[in-house]
C-alpha cells in the first residue's frame, strides 16, 4: 500500500476539498483526543508508531511526484510526542520539499516550529486545530497535546515568520466550546485569515470516551446524538438545524472578525466563504 494516497479516496459527498494527497509519518497519535474519530477505523490508536520503512517508502514514491499538494496529516498529527526525539516528520519534509510539493501541515503542536526553515522552501501552510481557548476543558478533551497557550503562541510565531495559517476549531459540541468568540478573536488579532469549523460526530468508541470524561454533559448529549440525531455516511450527527446554528453562529463571528470561514463535512458549504481547508492561503513563492 502507498503512503501517499489520494484524499478522502471514498469522495464523500460531504467533502468539499479539492483534490489532494495525503500521507501519515506515524500510525496512530499520541495526544489522545477524547473526540477523535481515527481511532474508530485505526487498531490501538493511541500506541503512536512510525510507518514501517518510512523514509525509504517516501523517497521511492516522492520520485514521482511534480508539485501535487500534500496535506499531511488526516488521520494523525504529524508532530506527536515522540516526533521531537524522532525527527521523522521532518526527514519526510526534506525528501517532499526536494520534489517542489506544496505541503499543507495539520497539527495541534509547537513542534511544526521545528521545521519552519523547511516548510518555507515551498509553497506551504499550517493548519492548527484548536477546540477551546479553556485550558481546563483543552486538558479533559485533548489530555497529552499541547495547550490552547502553546498553541496560539505556535500561530503567532508561524505568522511572524510569514507563513499562512488557518485555524480549525473543530470539533464543535454543544454545552462544552459551542461559543468561541475569545478564541476567534484571539486568533484574528494575530493576524489569522480563515479557520474552519465542524461538529463533533459520534463514533462508538470516541463517545465511550466522552461519557466518561464528561459524563454530566454526555447525559445532555444523548438526546441530541441517539433520538434526534442524523445518520451522514460513516457518523452520527446532530441534527440539522442545530448544526446549521452552530455554524451560522461560527459564520458570524468569522465575519465581525473579518475572517474567511469554511466548515467541513456538514452538507452546509452554503456558508462557506473560501475553500474549506484554508489553501487558497497558500503562497506563490516568486511574490514573497
Ligand atoms: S490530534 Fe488528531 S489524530 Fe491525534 S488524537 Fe487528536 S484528533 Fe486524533
Known amino acids: ?95 517532499l520539499t526536494r520534489q517542489n510539493c506544496q505541503i499543507q501541515i495539520i497539527t495541534k503542536s509547537d513542534i511544526v516550529l521545528r521545521d519552519i526553515d523547511l516548510l518555507r522552501r515551498v509553497p506551504s501552510m499550517v493548519a492548527v486545530t484548536i477546540t477551546t481557548d479553556d485550558v481546563e476543558i483543552a486538558k479533559i478533551l485533548e489530555p497529552n497535546a499541547p495547550s490552547p497557550a502553546v498553541r496560539l503562541k505556535t500561530i503567532e510565531r508561524l505568522v511572524e515568520k510569514d507563513l499562512p495559517v488557518a485555524v480549525r476549531i473543530d470539533p464543535i459540541i454543544p454545552y462544552i466550546n459551542e461559543k468561541p468568540e475569545t478564541l476567534v478573536k484571539a486568533i484574528a488579532e494575530i493576524g489569522v485569515k480563515h479557520i474552519t469549523a465542524s461538529t463533533y460526530k ?32 460513516r457518523y452520527t450527527y446532530l441534527p440539522k438545524d442545530l448544526r446549521l446554528k452552530l455554524m451560522e453562529n461560527i459564520a458570524g463571528l468569522a465575519k465581525k472578525y473579518e475572517l474567511k470561514f469554511a466548515i467541513c463535512r456538514e452538507g452546509l458549504k452554503g456558508l462557506n466563504t473560501a475553500i474549506c481547508d484554508g489553501r487558497w492561503l497558500i503562497k506563490d513563492l516568486s511574490t514573497w
Open 1 to 95: 500500500m502507498n503512503l501517499l494516497t489520494w484524499f478522502d479516496p471514498w469522495r464523500s459527498p460531504l467533502c468539499t476539498c479539492p483534490p489532494k494527497l495525503t500521507f501519515n509519518p506515524y500510525t496512530g497519535c499520541d495526544h489522545k483526543c477524547v473526540y477523535c474519530y481515527a481511532s474508530s477505523y485505526i487498531p490501538h490508536f493511541y500506541d503512536c508508531r512510525p510507518k514501517k520503512d518510512l523514509l525509504p517508502r517516501l523517497e521511492r514514491e516522492a520520485a514521482k511526484l511534480k508539485g501535487e499538494l500534500i496535506s499531511i496529516a488526516n488521520s494523525s498529527d504529524p508532530y506527536p510526542t515522540v516526533e521531537a526525539e524522532l525527527g521523522l516528520t521532518r526527514r519526510c519534509l526534506e525528501i
Open 202 to 233: 459520534v463514533k462508538a468508541d470516541n463517545w465511550q470516551r466522552l461519557s466518561l470524561a464528561m459524563p454530566k454533559i454526555a447525559e445532555k448529549l444523548k438526546p441530541l446524538y441517539f433520538e434526534k440525531s442524523e445518520k451522514l455516511g
